[in-house]
Every structure is written in structure tokens, then in C-alpha cells.
């Protein structure tokens, strides 16, 4: 366990270092275009890690995370995506807090999805009584549904103080920008009031926390791509 | 020096020969009349072995000769022998768990450092086996640390326990209801208070029996007619009663879980024939568990520990040749300070915490 939290907190620096350069450069928080908005979402992952893993000494979550953090890098620097140069436009803190903001809650979606895959992971081998080397190194079910739930809030809670932020923003957003952006606040609102009125067990739960953010991706990369389109 | 053990173990004897070498004082005599310099005694209920160190060449069969004279065994074949190398390996073999009954025990471990400590004490090791027996520490941490042998319980009973704890993380908090007063619930009841247990209730068609059982684990007891309702709040079931047909059917319990959708119920069946209809098993958030899917697992985590002595046997060799070099050296040299055996109680003290 120390090793991973120490590789993804290596890592953590070096992106952190990334942004910084970045955003001086820009002269705005970077997360300008897909790219960007990639590698900080990755920043985040490894932000909410750097939080979680040493305070619920979840063992195994590092190296759950670490793979995630790998893949949003290598999807950024690999895919076709196109990297335009934005425009030095004037600083607009709302703006920036609103996206910054709904990005950072995006690394606490990441990790409960993390944890909602470990929990699956666990769950089919208790019940299939079939126990394979990696069962014993996972942290027991309740400590990660505990986890998962109080991931759900931290992101909930974030995406929330963005999304209102987005009303404050003071220029027209895209349509299609807002709908998508209420479509996931919605999206975890549901699974967290399932939780909490007992609609759902808590295998449901870790289930839909994948489902949630691979949607979440999905319509991340649609908010990207019609802000991109928008920009002037 | 000339190092050598001689020793039975549950590979090359019965119990009943095992017993009669437990701890004698005769198998001191036997080593000091042959000249040994060092001598160390490891019994345990699987083997009685003694490790000596001499200044000339003692021939290891005039020792188990005369150990098998002290208990009147005919003829010492069942005696095994080690010299140098070899015998530097076994002891290493021996504390890290590879030798025993159960494959990857730990419990050989802290025998050894007992068996040493008293022979330290006594003054019966000295410098030669303050390096042997520190490195064999070090060696049998090591193996632990870095192989999974000791991945895994492989008993039904600590089985159960494990995935207690898999479950619900601290047992603390976990209230569990005992069904069924036998010696093997009472067994795994202990087994559970010793992982921190605390909230149990006893159930039993007869009353007596309940509340016996009851006091003897600190628990609860519970009327018998009452104990489905129990299920509703418990965490952990263990049922162990006589009953011919399952007590527990999937359309008993799934009500009473709606109640409880967020808490696991963990149900250890012991019984034979089974207490709990298997279909409970696909309820959402039930973990059920009989005496073959507990003994299975058990076998499983043995397999494990089996597949992991290759790994474990290369680390042995490693230092069994590090350990040679070293006595190799320390031999042309003066008394190093780090081979002062009252170094060793420090050392033994670190290696046990």
C-alpha cells in the first residue's frame, strides 16, 4: 500500500507541475480543450487518492487507481484529439471555479467507481466461493461500501457547488452544455438518494457508481466538445 | 565448528514416539558427553529435535544412537540427520513453516525463539548460535513477507472467521446469533470472540443447553421459537442443529432482509445435513456458507501455500549461502561485538514485535 500511495503521489506531482506550467502559460486554469480537461480530471483522480487512500487505509485502492490515472494520461497524449491553442481571453474566476470545481468532483466519481470495481470484484468471489489470490488483499465489503458512499457525497457535494456556479458565470452557456451537466447531477443524486431510502443493496450501488461514471465520461467529453465548438 | 542436527518430526514418527522425547533432560547429557560446544533443543508436538555445535567431528548416528537408548526405542532409522549446510538449511525450513504439519504455520516461529531464548539462558547457545538462530529469524521473516505461504486459513474454523472479517472488516460491532449449542459451534464461537466478538445470542431447542453455552462465551440466550426474528438485526449466523430438514428457506428470510438491504448477512452452516436451504446463497447481500464450501476453501489456502515453497526455498538457499560466507569470514577475524549472544535478547525482542 505505501508503495502505491507513493507512486500515484509521484505522479500527482508531476502533473501538478503540468498544470501549474500550463496555467501560467494560459494565464487561466488549464482546461481549455479535451486535452487539458483530461489530464485535470486524472490530476483529480489522483488528488482524491492522495485524500482517501491514508484515511480510509483501503489497501489495494492505489493500485486500482494507479491504471485509471495511466489510461486517462495515455487517452490524452495518444488520442486524435485535437489541441487547439485558446485565445488569451480576460481571466473569469466564475467560469473557472464552475469548471475546476465540477472537474475535482469528477476525480471523487472516478475513485467511488474504483471502489465500486473492488467491491464487485470481492462480492462475486464471496459469493461464488471461489477465492483467488487478490481476495485476500482487498479491504472487506463494508469498509468499501463506506467508502464508495462517503466518495459519492464528496462528489456530489463539489459537482453541486459547480453546477451552481455555472449560473454566475455571466456569458450564455451552450444548451446542450447545461442539459448534459444537469444529466449527471441528476444521475448521482439518484444513486445517492437510493442509498439512502434503501431502494438499492449496496451491490446495486457499487454497480451503478460504474455506470454512473462511465456516463459521466461520456458526457464529460460532450461538454468539452460543445464548449470547444462554441469557443470563439 | 561442525554444525549437525538429529531429530524426529511428524514426517519420520508417531506421536506416541514424539511424546517420549518431549523436553528430557537426558538428551542434554547425551550432547555434553559427546563434546558439543553448543546445544539447543526444539520440541514441539510435531517434532523433537536437538542442533548442536562442536568443536571436532561428532558422528551424528553415535547421537541418535544414544537418544534412542535414553527412551528404550528400538533402533534409530526413524532419526534424521543434518551436517553443515544441510543442517543450516532444515533449521531455516524449519522456522519458516515449510517443515510443518500445515504448510506455512507461524506458530514453529515463535517455538524456535522460545527454544533459543531458553537455551540462551541457560548458556547453552552461545556466539555460533546467536548468528545461526538470528539469521533463521530473519530468514523465516522474510519468507513470510515476501511469498504468500502463510495466505490464508486452513482450518474450517478459521476460515469462517477470515471471511468474518472480509466481510464486515472489525468484528466488533457484529452481533451474532449462535444456533445450535454443539462443541463445534462453541469452537468457531470462540474463535470468534478471539477476533473481537462481542454481541452473541444463543439459540437451542433445548433451554438448557442454550443457556449453558451461553455462559460459557459470555452470550445471550434466546428462546428457539424466537430466532428468526433475530435475523432481522444480527450480522452473523451459525447454525449447528440436528435438524434433518433446512430450518432456513429463501421465502423466511428474503422479507426480512428488505429491512436490512444495506447490511450483509454472513451465515456459516455447519451442520449436517445442512440448516439452510442453498438458494438463501442468491439473496442480495447473504453469504452462505457449509461445512464443504468452508473445507473447500480451507483446501484451496493450502494449495496456495503449497504452490508458494518453491518461492520460499530460493530465499532459503540464498541465505543459507550468505550464512556460510559470513561464518566463513567471522572465522578468520576476532570476536565481532555484533556476535555477542546478549546482543541477541535485544534482537530476539525486535524480531517478535
Not at chain 1, 41 to 57: D, E
Request: charged share 20%.
Amino acid at each position: 500500500m505505501r508503495f502505491n500511495f507513493f507512486a500515484v503521489g509521484l505522479g500527482f506531482i508531476f502533473q501538478t507541475a503540468f498544470l501549474s506550467i500550463r496555467g501560467h502559460q494560459l494565464g487561466r486554469c488549464p482546461i481549455t480543450n479535451l486535452f487539458e480537461v483530461i489530464i485535470f480530471v486524472a490530476w483529480s483522480v489522483a488528488l482524491f487518492y492522495m485524500v482517501v487512500g491514508p484515511a480510509y487505509r483501503l489497501s489495494l485502492m492505489g493500485a486500482f487507481t494507479a491504471p485509471l490515472v495511466v489510461l486517462l494520461e495515455l487517452f490524452a497524449l495518444i488520442a486524435p484529439i485535437e489541441k487547439p491553442r485558446s485565445p488569451r481571453l480576460p481571466p473569469n474566476p466564475w467560469l473557472e471555479f464552475h469548471a475546476s470545481m465540477s472537474l475535482v468532483a469528477y476525480g471523487a466519481f472516478a475513485l467511488a467507481c474504483i471502489a465500486g470495481v473492488m467491491y464487485l470484484v470481492q462480492e462475486r468471489q464471496l459469493k461464488t466461493h471461489h477465492l483467488h489470490s487478490i481476495f485476500y488483499h482487498l479491504p472487506p465489503l463494508t469498509d468499501l461500501f463506506a467508502a464508495i458512499t462517503r466518495l459519492l457525497w464528496w462528489g456530489f457535494v463539489l459537482y453541486t457547488l459547480g453546477l451552481v456556479s455555472g449560473f454566475f458565470v455571466g456569458e450564455p452557456l451552450p444548451w446542450a452544455q447545461v442539459f448534459c451537466a444537469i444529466g449527471v447531477w441528476i444521475l448521482y443524486g439518484f444513486i445517492l438518494q437510493g442509498r439512502y431510502l434503501r431502494w438499492f443493496a449496496p451491490k446495486r450501488v457499487a454497480a451503478l457508481c460504474i455506470i454512473g461514471f462511465s456516463a459521466a465520461l461520456t458526457l464529460l467529453w460532450g461538454i468539452t466538445f460543445t464548449a470547444q465548438t462554441h469557443m470563439p | 565448528m561442525n554444525l549437525f542436527c538429529v531429530g524426529l518430526s511428524h514426517h519420520t514418527a508417531d506421536v506416541e514416539t514424539l511424546e517420549r522425547f518431549g523436553g528430557t533432560a537426558e538428551t542434554d547429557c547425551v550432547l555434553r558427553s559427546c563434546g558439543c560446544t553448543e546445544a539447543l533443543l526444539l520440541s514441539t508436538c510435531n517434532r523433537v529435535e536437538v542442533y548442536a555445535a562442536a568443536d571436532n567431528f561428532v558422528p551424528t548416528d553415535l547421537i541418535a544412537r544414544c537418544l534412542a537408548r535414553t527412551q528404550n526405542l528400538q533402533g534409530n532409522e526413524n532419526f534424521y540427520r543434518y551436517e553443515a549446510a544441510e543442517c543450516v538449511r532444515h533449521l531455516f525450513r524449519v522456522a519458516s513453516g515449510l517443515d510443518s504439519m500445515v504448510v506455512g504455520e507461524t506458530e514453529i516461529l515463535g517455538q524456535t525463539k522460545k527454544a533459543y531464548e531458553k537455551a540462551r539462558a541457560s548458556g547453552a547457545a552461545g556466539r555460533y548460535f546467536h548468528r545461526l538462530f538470528q539469521r533463521a529469524f530473519r530468514v523465516a521473516k522474510q519468507v513470510r513477507t515476501h511469498t504468500e505461504i502463510t495466505r490464508g486459513a486452513v482450518s474450517v474454523g478459521s476460515v469462517a472467521v477470515d471471511l468474518a472479517q472480509k466481510i464486515f472488516g472489525e468484528l466488533r460491532n457484529c452481533k451474532v446469533l449462535v444456533l445450535g449449542a454443539g462443541e463445534t459451534s462453541e469452537r468457531t464461537v470462540r474463535a470468534l470472540i478471539s477476533r473481537g466478538v462481542v454481541d452473541l445470542r444463543v439459540s437451542n431447542r433445548s433451554p438448557e443447553r442454550a443457556k449453558a453455552l451461553a455462559l460459557a462465551v459470555t452470550g445471550c440466550p434466546v428462546p428457539f421459537a424466537e430466532w428468526p426474528e433475530q435475523c432481522r438485526e444480527i450480522d452473523i449466523l451459525l447454525t449447528s442443529t440436528s435438524s434433518e430438514v433446512p430450518i432456513l428457506s429463501q421465502e423466511k428470510l428474503a422479507p426480512m432482509l428488505r429491512e436490512r438491504i444495506d447490511r450483509p448477512l454472513f451465515i456459516i452452516d455447519i451442520a449436517v445435513p445442512r440448516n439452510v436451504a442453498p438458494n438463501v446463497n442468491t439473496l442480495d447481500g447473504v453469504y452462505l456458507y457449509d461445512i464443504d464450501s468452508l473445507q473447500s476453501i480451507a483446501e484451496q489456502s493450502l494449495v496456495m501455500r503449497r504452490e508458494q515453497v518453491a518461492a520460499a526455498e530460493q530465499i532459503i538457499s540464498q541465505h543459507v549461502a550468505e550464512f556460510a560466507e559470513s561464518i566463513a569470514r567471522g572465522l578468520n577475524r576476532g570476536p565481532d561485538p555484533e556476535d555477542d549472544p546478549t546482543v541477541g535478547e535485544s534482537s530476539l525482542r525486535v524480531s517478535e514485535s
